[in-house]
């Protein structure tokens, strides 16, 4: 096993506990059928102004997580073809 692996394995446990983290600390949809007919909270002060909330940022930054974690082990798979 060489020092590469070993980096790209440390850093994919890493993203992956803290996308594990994140996603246990976002709250789930709970509207269900009526939130569909109706077309949920989007008439709220919360509903405007959801972006601006900290269930936002914590979605915005799972999404930016996933997206780092997908591409490092892409790159990873690719390196490793190569470095043996």
């Given at each position: 096993m060489s020092a590469?692996?070993?980096v790209f394995g440390v850093f994919?446990?890493?993203?992956?506990?803290?996308?594990?983290?994140l996603v246990m600390m976002q709250e789930g949809n709970q509207?269900?059928?009526s939130g569909a007919i109706?077309?949920?909270s989007s008439?709220?002060?919360?509903?405007k102004n959801k972006s601006r909330t900290n269930e936002a940022k914590v979605s915005f930054i799972t999404k930016i997580l996933a997206g780092v974690?997908?591409?490092?082990?892409l790159v990873a798979s690719?390196?490793?073809?190569?470095v043996k």
């Amino acid at each position: 096993m060489s020092a590469l692996q070993i980096v790209f394995g440390v850093f994919l446990i890493l993203l992956a506990i803290a996308i594990i983290v994140l996603v246990m600390m976002q709250e789930g949809n709970q509207q269900g059928l009526s939130g569909a007919i109706s077309g949920g909270s989007s008439e709220s002060f919360f509903g405007k102004n959801k972006s601006r909330t900290n269930e936002a940022k914590v979605s915005f930054i799972t999404k930016i997580l996933a997206g780092v974690f997908f591409v490092l082990a892409l790159v990873a798979s690719i390196v490793m073809l190569f470095v043996k």
